[in-house]
């Protein structure tokens, strides 16, 4: 093993000292797993000045449950094995509380013995940033989580009151109009109850229609695969676009909380497509394998924002792929989102097929 020698002889020097003690980056000498010089700033990261750092056991300046890793890290370069490591290491402060330093370094000679000569910048700053910006973003996915559990509810909850109740009365009404039409011999009369059967025959098809969007019945008693074929007939209906679905089949069963998922997901990218995309095609696709599957929805429209092809209402349609991307976080998978200015926009939904607990932790 040989190492590149450092030269020592200036380090008395008055401009070296300066520079070296004035430097706002921790400069540090190891060898024999002690400290054998540091600067002002290194020793200050530790609570220690110059003459307290010089002499002192780098195991006594790292948390204990740290010390294998850092005692692996400084054997590794000493050996040969590496030469130079950059890495963000735990110190442990004088008054017992944990720094986070960002190290540099590098195996050399040291007045004829390896040693280790390295920088280091105090980050602790910047570690609890990222650490609280990480619990902001899980807490934020929890409380979107539980939004969409709530919201979930409260869609079936009424779904089921329009259906029952609404429906209900409507139909009640359409009974009385015909009992009206049949014992009347007026013209007038008949020509008005067949307006008015009319009427209510259209708003019969309404309130199932509303009924459907916010709690498809197909999506409990059918199943996933069938909730997306009768949405999308009902989408060309009402969209006139072309469509297709591959395959005519397809067996995929997930719990209720998972399809309730994937089914928003598509009726979401759907939304889209109608909203914003210009296409005259949407194509959904569909496969899987032993433990995950792939749901595709493509279209042939004008591409998505970032493309720069959007140009109405882009703040909607980034919030329904916020919600879209949240929805398949919850169950564990991934959206990705292919797309460029005229060449249209491919959605692809990735999840696993088995239930996973932990995941609405």
Request: aromatic share 6%; proline share 3%; with cysteine.
């Amino acid at each position: 093993m040989t190492h590149e020698p450092l030269d020592t002889s200036g380090i008395d020097s008055v401009p070296f000292r300066g520079i070296v003690e004035q430097s706002v980056a921790g400069i540090y000498i190891l060898q024999d797993e002690h400290f054998q010089y540091s600067n002002a700033t290194f020793g200050a990261m530790a609570g220690y000045s110059v003459d307290e750092m010089t002499g002192r056991p780098l195991r006594e300046c790292v948390p204990p449950y740290y010390e294998a890793e850092v005692m692996d890290r400084y054997n590794r370069r000493i050996s040969g094995e590496v030469k130079s490591m950059r890495f963000i290491t735990q110190g442990l402060h004088r008054d017992g509380h944990v720094v986070y330093i960002e190290v540099h370094g590098e195996a050399m000679q040291y007045r004829g013995r390896p040693a280790i000569v390295g920088v280091g910048v105090n980050v602790s700053a910047q570690v609890q940033r990222d650490a609280e910006l990480q619990q902001s973003r899980q807490e934020y996915r929890q409380l979107a989580s539980h939004l969409n559990s709530i919201r979930e509810q409260q869609r079936a909850d009424y779904a089921r009151e329009v259906h029952d109740v609404l429906g209900g009365l409507l139909t009640s009404m359409k009974l009385d109009v015909g009992r009206i039409t049949r014992r009347s011999r007026s013209r007038t009369i008949r020509g008005i109850t067949a307006d008015l059967n009319a009427l209510l025959l259209e708003a019969i098809d309404n309130v199932r229609e509303l009924s459907e969007s916010m709690r498809p019945q197909l999506l409990d008693h059918l199943g996933l695969h069938a909730a997306i074929a009768s949405h999308l007939a009902r989408f060309r209906e009402r969209s006139g676009l072309k469509v297709s679905m591959q395959p005519d089949e397809f067996d995929l069963d997930l719990c209720r909380w998972r399809s309730i998922a994937v089914y928003r997901i598509f009726q979401e990218a759907l939304t889209n497509v109608a909203r914003h995309a210009g296409a005259t095609a949407v194509a959904v696709r569909l496969r899987r394998s032993d433990d995950a599957f792939w749901l595709e929805i493509e279209d042939n429209g004008c591409g998505m924002p970032g493309a720069g092809s959007i140009r109405h209402d882009a703040t909607r349609h980034s919030l329904g792929l916020i919600s879209m991307r949240e929805r398949a976080h919850e169950i564990g998978g991934t959206l990705l989102i292919d797309s460029a200015p005229g060449a249209g926009t491919r959605i692809t939904l990735h999840a696993p097929i088995i239930d996973n607990p932990l995941l609405r932790a």
